[in-house]
Nanobody, 115 residues
Framework: QVQLVESGGGLVQPGGSLRLSCAASGSILSIGVMGWYRQALGKQRDLVAAITSGGRTDYAHSVKGRFTISRDNAKKTVYLQMNSLKPEDTAVYYC?????????WGTGTLVTVSS
């Protein structure tokens, strides 16, 4: 079992920045891709960004150039730096980890972008 705990969400004004963190614990060997998803109210959960154990990244088109995903394998933590935030970025952000085809989820952290 892998446990994922997100932190760093909150209220921010449009144009502002936030940094989300996701710490993994438990049976963390062989964790491959880690990623961030988000789910806005009444919408489906969508991929925001993902990173492989080797550092290769992928981003949703809507966040390219604004968000950066990074990973510290020693600390078993993945980060999402979010800049130039927009109201449409408002959502619950979930951390995800793939361990040999088994997907684990955190409980989510709320990001609200509003003036």
């Amino acid at each position: 079992q892998v446990q994922l705990v997100e932190s760093g969400g909150g209220l921010v004004q449009p144009g502002g920045s936030l940094r989300l963190s996701c710490a993994a614990s438990g049976s963390i060997l062989s964790i491959g891709v880690m990623g961030w998803y988000r789910q806005a109210l009444g919408k489906q959960r969508d991929l925001v960004a993902a990173i492989t154990s080797g550092g290769r990244t992928d981003y949703a088109h809507s966040v390219k150039g604004r968000f950066t995903i990074s990973r510290d394998n020693a600390k078993k933590t993945v980060y999402l730096q979010m800049n130039s935030l927009k109201p449409e970025d408002t959502a619950v952000y979930y951390c995800n980890a793939d361990q040999n085809g088994i997907y684990y989820w955190g409980t989510g952290t709320l990001v609200t972008v509003s003036s």
